[in-house]
């Protein structure tokens, strides 16, 4: 497809998308008007920038770095704080064009993942409905999966530092690092790249008289600041009625995520399958699933990766896959409804959590396939191509 024609393609999607997530802007969530609106409000109060040196939300600071830039545009508040999420939907979905576009460097394929990414119920709730910025850490976090296999890994940990800190969400895709990294894909050096950018982020914060150990604590506080199981979450949790005395239950569910991450990890390394581009992005899926579906206090937005990267995994697999992009954004879409719109539950969680478990075992079949499968099915197709040090499986 030549540029023009690329440009062709695009631009109706584009406009599309922005068009359906400008009729939403009017919309003011609860969350909006309790966070995002007070924020924009302090730090217009106290002098933009230099408001920062002040704690006064419980986001890191390079999300309140845009809002603070805000502040200095002619721009209503409500409109500028989801614009800044609309921007990052479009390099998310420019992110998945590029990771679908490994498998299918010709044609449209990649344009049509790109577009329904782009179109996907929660994606468009999220920043343009909810006022949310899901989008910016997940646009990072792609862009990171993507320069990793594209055999650039300290860009693509610089990505993965650019999302961490923006959200500690990001961390359901860490283990894909740890995965290469111990197969020798990413030197370890590399790795450092990840906590260095968070850091150097912080400097500005710092130069305007932020509190050091308030910036290096933002989100060991965060983690201990819900209580309950799950937050709506399609998780596994709404399985169960635990009462009111959760500890227990709490500390269980960070042990056996725990246990079934390094599980994983294990058999990405040393059960000896091949890394092809598409394992690699397989396994970035399971893990948005895996994760927020047994950690407890999850958010509903929390599969905000696994929406996404559920796409991209069934470009890849369209055979084998193709319901789970259609279950996560089930389980997903649903989840958000009872919060935005404020009129009870809609469907009945288990319901939705039965529909992601499904999803995960759809997903953790194809990446646990025995090798010797995994050779038997591709002796009948055509040979792969080298991305990197990578096969990217045709």
């Known amino acids: 497809m030549t540029k023009t024609g690329k440009i062709l393609v695009a631009a109706p999607v584009v406009v599309l998308a922005v068009v359906i997530r400008v009729e939403l802007y009017p919309f003011q969530s609860g969350d909006y008007r309790a966070f995002s609106a007070q924020w924009y409000d302090f730090v217009k109060a106290n002098g933009g920038f230099s408001a920062l040196r002040y704690q006064f939300a419980d986001y890191n600071v390079p999300y309140l770095y845009l809002i603070a830039l805000l502040t200095y545009l002619p721009v209503p508040a409500l409109a500028g704080i989801k614009t800044i999420s609309v921007l990052f939907d479009l390099l998310l979905a420019f992110y998945t064009y590029k990771l679908v576009a490994l498998k299918y460097p010709r044609g449209w394929i990649p344009f049509a993942a790109a577009a329904v990414v782009a179109l996907l119920p929660t994606v468009v709730m999220n920043g343009s409905m909810w006022a949310q910025c899901d989008s910016i850490y997940a646009a990072f976090g792609l862009g990171g999966l993507y320069y990793a296999v594209r055999s650039r890994p300290w860009l693509a940990c610089v990505f993965f530092g650019l999302a961490l800190a923006v959200k500690l969400q990001?961390?359901?895709?860490?283990?894909?690092?740890?995965?290469?990294?111990?197969?020798?894909?990413?030197?370890?050096?590399?790795?450092?790249?990840?906590?260095?950018?968070?850091?150097?982020?912080?400097?500005?914060?710092?130069?305007?008289?932020?509190?050091?150990?308030?910036?290096?604590?933002?989100?060991?506080?965060?983690?201990?600041?819900?209580?309950?199981?799950?937050?709506?979450?399609?998780?596994?949790?709404?399985?169960?009625?635990?009462?009111?005395?959760?500890?227990?239950?709490?500390?269980?569910?960070?042990?056996?995520?725990?246990?079934?991450?390094?599980?994983?990890?294990?058999?990405?390394?040393?059960?000896?399958?091949?890394?092809?581009?598409?394992?690699?992005?397989?396994?970035?899926?399971?893990?948005?699933?895996?994760?927020?579906?047994?950690?407890?206090?999850?958010?509903?937005?929390?599969?905000?990766?696994?929406?996404?990267?559920?796409?991209?995994?069934?470009?890849?697999?369209?055979?084998?896959?193709?319901?789970?992009?259609?279950?996560?954004?089930?389980?997903?879409?649903?989840?958000?409804?009872?919060?935005?719109?404020?009129?009870?539950?809609?469907?009945?969680?288990?319901?939705?959590?039965?529909?992601?478990?499904?999803?995960?075992?759809?997903?953790?079949q194809v990446q646990l396939q025995p090798h010797q499968q995994h050779e038997q099915q591709r002796a009948t197709q055509k040979l792969p191509e080298h991305v990197g040090r990578y096969q990217a499986e045709r």
């Open 170 to 364: 990001i961390v359901f895709l860490l283990p894909v690092l740890a995965v290469l990294a111990l197969a020798r894909k990413i030197p370890w050096p590399a790795l450092l790249a990840v906590p260095g950018v968070v850091l150097a982020l912080d400097i500005p914060a710092l130069l305007v008289g932020a509190n050091p150990a308030d910036l290096l604590t933002v989100y060991t506080n965060q983690v201990g600041e819900y209580s309950r199981l799950t937050l709506n979450a399609a998780n596994v949790y709404q399985f169960f009625d635990f009462g009111t005395d959760t500890g227990a239950i709490r500390t269980a569910g960070v042990l056996i995520t725990a246990v079934l991450v390094v599980a994983l990890i294990a058999f990405a390394v040393w059960g000896r399958p091949r890394l092809t581009v598409s394992r690699v992005v397989l396994l970035g899926c399971v893990f948005a699933i895996l994760i927020p579906f047994f950690l407890p206090a999850m958010h509903e937005r929390y599969f905000y990766l696994a929406d996404v990267l559920s796409v991209i995994v069934a470009f890849y697999h369209p055979r084998r896959l193709w319901p789970v992009p259609v279950l996560v954004q089930f389980a997903s879409a649903f989840s958000y409804l009872p919060f935005l719109l404020r009129e009870g539950t809609v469907v009945a969680f288990w319901v939705l959590a039965s529909a992601m478990l499904v999803a995960l075992l759809l997903v953790l």
